[in-house]
């Protein structure tokens, strides 16, 4: 890799707001209706996936099976009651440091996109008044493929005109770190280092990322020698 970053992508749940307990809570409700007990534990699995593929995994750890029509169905009653939760949310949902850093960004004329499994991500970026920060926004309404497929961040790195090298991803999810990883492009997870190991570089909030960081810790130690 050479050493220049110009597009910045970033995943949405988990990186700009912190929606895991919302999709969370709204699939307990759903397990319930089948009478099994969806586990927080679990719930790392799901970050980053689908909401089909979330549901198929729910099923598997219950030992349940349901027709495709019967999953529509499902994953439509979860989604209502998934945006029964996020619809007070406000641009204080932010998570810390996040806007003022992508803004930063744009002060650089750095270019910035969306990479995100979510179908909801427009209303969400609305809800919290930054959706006028993304140059593209790549959600689950324009992939086949779910993370670690990296066909999410390819997308955004094209609608930016960004050559995937150049790009440098914000993930919380494992699958997401693996995803950015086959797309060939720098990597920061925002989370847990136990779990985000993979990842160039962790921070647990924005709040302590600058741009002189970026370089210094992500760019320096991929500086061919
Ligand atoms: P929706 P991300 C992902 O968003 C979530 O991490 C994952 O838990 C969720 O199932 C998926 O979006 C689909 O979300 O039901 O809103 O379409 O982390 O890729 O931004
Ligand atoms: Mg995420």
Same mark, same amino acid.
């Given at each position: 890799m050479k050493g220049e970053i110009r597009g910045f992508i970033f995943d949405l749940d988990g990186v700009i707001v912190d929606t895991a307990k919302y999709h969370y809570q709204s699939w307990v409700r759903l397990a319930k209706t089948f009478g099994y007990h969806f586990r927080k534990q679990d719930n790392e699995a799901l970050k980053g996936v689908s909401r089909m593929q979330s549901l198929e995994i729910i099923l598997r750890l219950a030992g349940e099976k349901r027709s495709a029509a019967e999953k529509e169905i499902m994953c439509a009653q979860k989604n209502e009651w998934y945006r029964e939760l996020i619809?007070?949310? /406000?641009?204080? @949902?932010?998570?810390?440091g996040v806007n003022r850093f992508i803004r930063n960004l744009r002060r650089r004329n750095k270019k910035i996109a969306l990479g995100s499994a979510s179908k909801n991500a427009r209303t969400i970026l609305k809800q919290i008044k930054m959706i006028h920060l993304f140059d593209a926004i790549v959600d689950g309404t324009n992939i086949s493929k779910g993370k670690p497929d990296p066909e999410v961040f390819i997308k955004a790195a094209k609608a930016l005109k960004v050559k995937t090298e150049e790009c440098l991803v914000f993930e919380d999810a494992e699958k997401g770190i693996e995803a950015a990883k086959a797309a060939g492009m720098y990597t920061v997870g925002v989370g847990d280092r136990k779990i985000?190991?993979?990842?160039d570089l962790v921070i647990s /909030?924005? @709040?302590?990322?600058t741009w002189r960081s970026i370089k210094s810790k992500i760019l320096a130690s991929k500086q061919d020698p």
């Amino acid at each position: 890799m050479k050493g220049e970053i110009r597009g910045f992508i970033f995943d949405l749940d988990g990186v700009i707001v912190d929606t895991a307990k919302y999709h969370y809570q709204s699939w307990v409700r759903l397990a319930k209706t089948f009478g099994y007990h969806f586990r927080k534990q679990d719930n790392e699995a799901l970050k980053g996936v689908s909401r089909m593929q979330s549901l198929e995994i729910i099923l598997r750890l219950a030992g349940e099976k349901r027709s495709a029509a019967e999953k529509e169905i499902m994953c439509a009653q979860k989604n209502e009651w998934y945006r029964e939760l996020i619809q007070g949310m /406000t641009k204080d @949902n932010a998570l810390p440091g996040v806007n003022r850093f992508i803004r930063n960004l744009r002060r650089r004329n750095k270019k910035i996109a969306l990479g995100s499994a979510s179908k909801n991500a427009r209303t969400i970026l609305k809800q919290i008044k930054m959706i006028h920060l993304f140059d593209a926004i790549v959600d689950g309404t324009n992939i086949s493929k779910g993370k670690p497929d990296p066909e999410v961040f390819i997308k955004a790195a094209k609608a930016l005109k960004v050559k995937t090298e150049e790009c440098l991803v914000f993930e919380d999810a494992e699958k997401g770190i693996e995803a950015a990883k086959a797309a060939g492009m720098y990597t920061v997870g925002v989370g847990d280092r136990k779990i985000l190991h993979e990842a160039d570089l962790v921070i647990s /909030t924005f @709040n302590q990322l600058t741009w002189r960081s970026i370089k210094s810790k992500i760019l320096a130690s991929k500086q061919d020698p």
